[in-house]
């Protein structure tokens, strides 16, 4: 089995600064990693994925995330954050040949004025 | 194009009542996935569809929770002799194919809040 922790519940930031949401996993087999975003009062969407090749993946608007194998991570990372950018974001990961994911408690993002 | 639809929005029901919650997945897409959120946590892993047959249920809690797509399209969840614990907002997710289905995006439905009161 497979787990997902999110080492923060709230990261308050203000506006342009920078910001880490952490993600760590435990596996005992090879995975695909995810982030998905949850505006307020919407459903869940992707923002990046991790599936193989470079460990460094990004998304349309400026996040990125990093796989480190030996330290089982994929932090989620943004050089300078907007007001739009106020969200809940979940880490997941998922067992290759297996459709279902297993989901992190999320990390609340407010990013203030 | 239409994403993914679930139906009702919001359900209150007593305890010990049925419910039935409905998902349409996008077109085309045979990969159906249903997670559970309760409150303050992430989405929790149900029953995961490919096609109109079950690939991996062993999400589901116990055997009060059911869940059907006969037509291998709308999917629906359903929730036997409900309790107080069962409260949460239920999420249906759709992905293109479900071969490769690990490394798909999935596609979610805004979800319904069910309270059982």
């Known amino acids: 089995a497979q787990s997902v922790t999110q080492l923060d519940s709230q990261v308050p930031v203000f506006e342009e600064a920078p910001v880490e949401l952490r993600c760590n996993y435990s596996?005992?087999?090879?995975?695909?990693l995810f982030w998905y975003v949850q505006y307020p009062n919407q459903g869940l969407q992707l923002l990046l994925k991790?599936?193989?090749?470079?460990?460094l993946v990004k998304s349309i608007n400026g996040f990125e995330a990093e796989f480190n194998k030996s330290q089982t991570s994929f932090h989620l990372r943004k050089p300078s954050v907007h007001i739009s950018d106020t969200a809940e974001y979940f880490c997941a990961v998922s067992r290759r040949n297996a459709g279902k994911s297993t989901f992190g408690d999320g990390t609340t993002l407010t990013v203030k004025p | 194009g239409a994403g993914v639809s679930q139906t009702p929005s919001n359900k209150v029901t007593e305890k010990g009542k049925y419910v039935e919650l409905r998902c349409d997945p996008i077109?085309?897409?045979?990969?159906l996935y249903w997670y559970r959120q309760s409150l303050g946590q992430g989405p929790e892993f149900l029953i995961y569809?490919?096609?109109?047959?079950?690939?991996?249920d062993s999400g589901l809690p116990n055997d009060r929770f059911f869940a059907v797509r006969p037509e291998g399209s709308v999917s629906t969840l359903k929730i036997q002799r409900t309790e107080r614990g069962d409260s949460a907002v239920y999420l249906c997710?759709?992905?293109?194919?479900?071969?490769?289905?690990?490394?798909?995006?999935?596609?979610f439905g805004p979800g319904t809040r069910l309270l059982v009161l």
């Open positions: 569809f490919q096609g109109t047959g079950a690939a991996d």
């Open positions: 991790y599936l193989s090749g470079s460990t």
């Open positions: 077109s085309g897409h045979t990969a």
């Open positions: 596996s005992s087999v090879s995975v695909y």
């Open positions: 997710a759709s992905s293109l194919s479900g071969g490769g289905a690990a490394q798909e995006t999935q596609y």
